[in-house]
């Protein structure tokens, strides 16, 4: 294993994790929800819910955080290297897949695990080895 | 109103730490996957700092009943590790490892303005809703339907 010293960030990554954090704490402690972000979408599937303002309110502050972040500062560093064919895949497969999971990389990988959940912590290692395992089969094996 | 003043703020809050962590970049995600190339360990450190932060907020939220603004504590109550949980984590991690989008970092770069990312999170969700007509189609007899029930993950 070489370790990519140029790209690894590691004091900007743990700030940025630091005020994920506080996301979902503010959330949990005055909104009573846990901050995972597919289960947020999702639920917007349902329009006449009573929890659809909030939901959109979550999503539209996600949203929005570029836009501001441009202005105060600069554009924010995001580079999509694949095409439209394999976007379109992987959006679909990352949809039921959350689903079927119920969670995603905020819900499992940051909440659940906050909360000591055996479940998230199974499924948040499913997911990284077998997004590890796609990188390596279409990097290294295809590639 | 005050929830949903919350809930803004949460998510926008969110936002930008992806935007500072680095993750809302699906290169940088790939570059984490990437444990056989160069490596960057940065999502490592993203989980550590939120992780630390979420350790106290959630332990003071599970003694509580309701929320600061007095909302019921709607925490998850699912305990199974069924196969469900891991078949889904593992097409949402073939999802994630093609192209490094997980749903967060898609909204925030539907922000900036990336097509490539509207392409995405419309294709996921027609995948949320795909997965809900699967639940419909399989559960019609039974009581209430799972994809009310994990809704509430």
């Known amino acids: 294993m070489t370790i990519d010293w140029i790209a690894f960030t590691p004091w900007w990554s743990l700030i940025g994790g630091i005020l994920i954090g506080i996301a979902a704490a503010l959330l949990v402690l005055f909104n009573g929800r846990v901050a995972g972000i597919s289960g947020i979408v999702a639920g917007l599937l349902h329009p006449r819910h009573p929890d659809t303002a909030w939901r959109i309110a979550f999503v539209l502050g996600l949203v929005v955080a570029p836009i501001v972040y441009v202005l105060l500062d600069r554009a924010p560093m995001i580079v999509i290297d694949a095409g439209y064919p394999l976007l379109v895949a992987a959006g679909l497969l990352v949809g039921i897949g959350t689903r079927y999971g119920a969670g995603c990389t905020s819900g499992h990988g940051v909440c659940g695990i906050s909360r000591l959940s055996p479940r998230s912590i199974v499924a948040t290692i499913v997911f990284i080895v077998v997004g590890m395992l796609t990188v390596f089969v279409m990097r290294h094996a295809l590639g | ?153």
């Open chain 2, 1 to 153: 109103m005050n929830k949903s003043l919350f809930a803004f703020a949460a998510g926008f809050l969110f936002g930008v730490g992806l935007i500072v962590s680095g993750m809302a970049s699906p290169r940088k995600v790939l570059g984490f996957l990437d444990v056989a190339g160069a490596w960057d360990p940065s999502l490592a450190m993203v989980m550590v700092g939120a992780i630390a932060v979420g350790l106290f907020a959630f332990a003071r939220a599970g003694r509580r009943s309701t929320s600061l603004l007095g909302a019921p504590m709607q925490l998850p109550t699912t305990r199974d590790i069924d196969r469900r949980l891991v078949v889904g984590s593992a097409l949402f991690g073939v999802g994630w490892g093609l192209v490094g989008f997980c749903p967060g970092p898609a909204l925030v770069a539907l922000g900036a303005g990336r097509v490539k990312a509207l392409v995405f999170a419309v294709a996921m969700l027609a995948g949320m809703i795909v997965f809900e007509w699967i639940e419909r189609s399989r559960g019609e007899g039974r009581g209430t339907s799972d994809a009310e029930r994990v809704v509430a993950d």
